[in-house]
């Protein structure tokens, strides 16, 4: 691995190097795939929580330029974040915004999702000023954000005069991953009602969305123009049908050994000696713990790949290394790297397999890539 890409900062004087490699190509090829699989819809692609941790401004950019119709953020300071990296396309901010920062949204040509019926009368005495394309939040059964259906009713006046700046209706699927589609046909059933009265309104939005990623592959995305998917842009996914597809997850986590030792039988690895060397091996420390998003129970269960081999992560991870066991005739030395979260979704320490090991899900790992970690990207 060349050294000069490492950013000098992020290594450590005694060889900290730790690395997310993120493959553009793969995330435009799943984009086009997960595209297909929706069957061409326009895709707000979903970047949210720094792309969930691959890094928002670059693959903001490559999905951009891959075809996405726009990117979809949590809030306003994520938007600004894409606006600030240059990217020029339709920004949607998911998580609402207050009236009061309507401006600075106009300022940047955001998109503003409206999740609730709280602030509608200022949007409206605000908007003739302050532009911005807003998309109606239903709640359609998530149970969190968005306008309930028996609220629409009432909201219907300040709606009209909201409906020049009207540009979508979206809702989220709550089972969207469940074999037993009762509910999410349930959702799109209100959806669908709802655009209804809307439409009865005179409100007639350009844009539908309620589908993410599983809602794509599960072919629940019926009269929707547009889908929203972030998970399977990455590679990732839960379901059969995203690994039937071929989704290529684009991202690795690489460590670079930052010491080697070899130890005899029945030296203790760690805080709380809970690994105990059975015999003479080689204990490679590499810089990467729980602060880097690391997971602390994967010690004693994860396993680090080297040259198509993989070896046991011993003892507990701590907040900065994490020590990997190998035998004493495998060839290693400092700077070595070794991958923590393989690209390889068949891998056992790939992001899908570690976080069922785990009991969570592929986001969680992601998302916890903290910042201080080197994101390195391929074209
Ligand atoms: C409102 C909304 N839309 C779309 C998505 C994308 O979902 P997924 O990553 O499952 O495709 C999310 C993710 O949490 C979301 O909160």
Known sequence: MNEQHLEPLKRHPEGRALRAEVDLGRIA???????AASGGREVWGVVKANAYGHGAVPVGRALASAGAH????????????LRQGGIECPILVLGGLRPEALPAASAEGLTIAVVGPEHLAEYA???????????????TGMGRFGLLPSELGDCLGDLRRLAPWIEGVMGH????????????LRQR???????????DAGIHPAQRHHGNSDA????????????RPGLALFGLTTLPEGRALGLEPALALVA????????PAGTTVGYGRTFVAPQPMQIATLACGYADGYRRDLGNRGVAGLEGRTFPVVGRVSMDYLTI?????????????????????????????????LGTIPYELTCGLHRRITRRYFP
Not at 29 to 35: E, S, T, V
Not at 173 to 184: E, H, I, K, V, W
Request: hydrophobic share 45%.
């Open 29 to 35: 090829r799943n984009l086009d795939r997960i595209r």
């Open 70 to 81: 726009g990117l979809a953020v949590s809030s306003l300071e994520e938007g600004l974040e």
């Open 125 to 139: 005495q605000s908007l003739p000023a302050h532009p911005v394309r807003l998309h109606l939040k239903l709640d």
């Open 173 to 184: 699927f709550a089972t969207a991953d469940d074999p037993d589609q009762g509910f999410a």
């Open 189 to 199: 059933h209100v959806f669908d009602a709802c655009l209804s009265q809307l439409a």
């Open 216 to 227: 794509c592959l599960r072919h629940l995305v019926d009269r929707d123009t547009h889908v």
């Open 256 to 263: 670079e050994v930052a010491r080697v030792k070899h130890v």
């Open 325 to 357: 066991a190998l035998p004493l005739d495998v060839p290693i030395a400092p700077g070595v790297p070794m991958t923590l979260f393989s690209a390889d979704p068949s891998a056992p320490h790939s992001v899908e397999r570690l976080a069922q090991a």
